[in-house]
């Protein structure tokens, strides 16, 4: 069964810092990964996603990564600001491409 | 406008009375997909469909029905809800033909079974 683990499940920086969020999975026989933003109360909005044969994306401030063979993911955000402040998620699709699997989340905090 | 819509948002029912969360896509989506989350416990998903009376059971069905007769619409049923499916759910939804898609979610139902 696929575990996805997200580390560390809070984070706070001051704004302009780049940041890391670190996303694993224990089965490397995936479809896709797809890095979300969830703020509170709502819904969950794609960022990126990654196919299985590809190693990065890149949106804006934005750069995920993918490394399927130690079954690692990072999104990089590059000098954060308070509006960055949510809960990412990873969730990792396996490769019949019906199960999905989802981190727990990382809830990040921006200070001005 | 492309989206997922969930109906309804809030819902406060009592144990044992039926209950159906609709959920509705105008995207011509393939793939579709009920989670609920639960803090500690994260988004675990439901039921999927990959097409047109094709469903099948994810990680936590237990309690839960699915149908899906028509390609845009997703519904939930609970036959028989209790309290332990208080929960926020979400649907979502993708093209479901090659490994670029982009899971596009509903805004959430938030359900409270007293």
């Known amino acids: 069964k696929q575990e996805v683990t997200q580390i560390p499940a809070a984070l706070s920086v001051p704004e302009g810092e780049n940041l890391v969020l670190n996303c694993s999975f224990t089965d490397s026989a995936i479809y896709n990964l797809q890095w979300f933003r969830q703020d509170p109360g709502k819904g969950l909005t794609s960022l990126l996603l990654i196919q299985s044969s590809q190693r990065e994306q890149t949106s804006g401030r934005l750069n995920a990564s993918l490394d399927k063979s130690s079954g690692r993911s990072t999104l990089y955000i590059a000098a954060s600001q308070p509006g960055d402040s949510a809960t990412y998620l990873c969730?990792?699709?396996?490769?019949?491409?019906?199960?999905?699997?989802f981190g727990d989340g990382t809830t990040l905090t921006v200070k001005p | 406008e492309a989206q997922v819509t969930q109906n309804p948002r809030y819902l406060i029912t009592v144990t044992g009375k039926k209950l159906t969360v609709t959920c509705s896509q105008n995207m011509n989506h393939e793939y579709m997909s009920w989670y609920r989350q639960d803090p500690g416990l994260g988004l675990r998903q439901i039921y999927y469909s990959m097409n047109v009376e094709v469903t099948d059971k994810g990680d936590v069905p237990e309690g839960y029905k699915v149908s899906r007769k028509e390609k845009r619409n997703f519904p939930l049923i609970l036959e028989s809800p209790s309290p332990n499916q208080t929960s926020l759910y979400f649907c979502?939804?993708?093209?479901?033909?090659?490994?670029?898609?982009?899971?596009?979610f509903g805004s959430g139902t938030q359900l409270s079974v007293l």
């Open positions: 979502a939804s993708s093209l479901g033909e090659t490994p670029n898609e982009k899971l596009f």
């Open positions: 969730a990792v699709r396996q490769t019949n491409a019906g199960k999905s699997t």
